[in-house]
């Protein structure tokens, strides 16, 4: 699986070069959350409560538990990738198109990369956990970096 390749392997998701249309809409999106985290080890629980308590506030709890793994795992991910690019991550999430998107922001420019995790290994499976959970993914170029994004259909 890479990026792109989509849910559980059901065709592919959008990969973006630029933010795109989907990435624009959900900045200027009614139900509309940035937050900047500091790229230390705590972004991830600080990422979780955020997106607690915005999804409370937009009446979408039914989706809290699959948007905090997500939200957990882009935000490790770009903490532990992309620290030396930058001080900080950011947060998006948004209403969109049918879909709740979370857009992870952070300083590296390179995409994320699926490695093939040993049986044993305490990492290494984010990205399918993404693949599995999510109705798209994918990422784009955002400024000097990139965006890593997911969508979770709000029907269902």
């Known amino acids: 699986m890479r990026p ?32 900047e985290l500091p790229a230390r080890t705590r972004a991830a629980r600080q990422a979780r409560q955020v ?3 915005v999804l409370g506030a937009w009446r979408l709890g039914r989706l809290e538990d699959a948007a905090q793994l997500i939200v957990s795992e882009l935000v490790s991910n770009a903490v532990r990738h992309a620290r030396p690019h930058g001080p900080a991550v950011g947060l998006r ?18 995409p994320p990369r699926p490695q093939a995790a040993a049986p044993l290994a305490e990492s290494g499976r984010g ?30």
Do not use: M, N, Y
């Not at 065709?11 to 999106?29: D, H, I, T």
């Open 127 to 156: 990205l399918l956990i993404l693949d599995a959970l999510t109705s798209a993914w994918g990422a784009a170029a955002a400024g000097r970096g990139k965006a890593v994004w997911a969508e979770l259909a709000l029907g269902g």
């Open 93 to 110: 999430l948004c209403v969109t198109g049918g879909a709740l998107r979370i857009e992870v922001h952070d300083g590296d420019p390179r």
């Open 4 to 35: 792109g390749d989509g849910p559980a392997g059901r065709g592919p998701a959008v990969l973006c070069a630029a933010p795109g249309r989907r990435a624009a809409a959900c900045a200027a999106a009614p139900q509309s959350h940035w937050a």
């Open 51 to 53: 997106t607690r308590e």
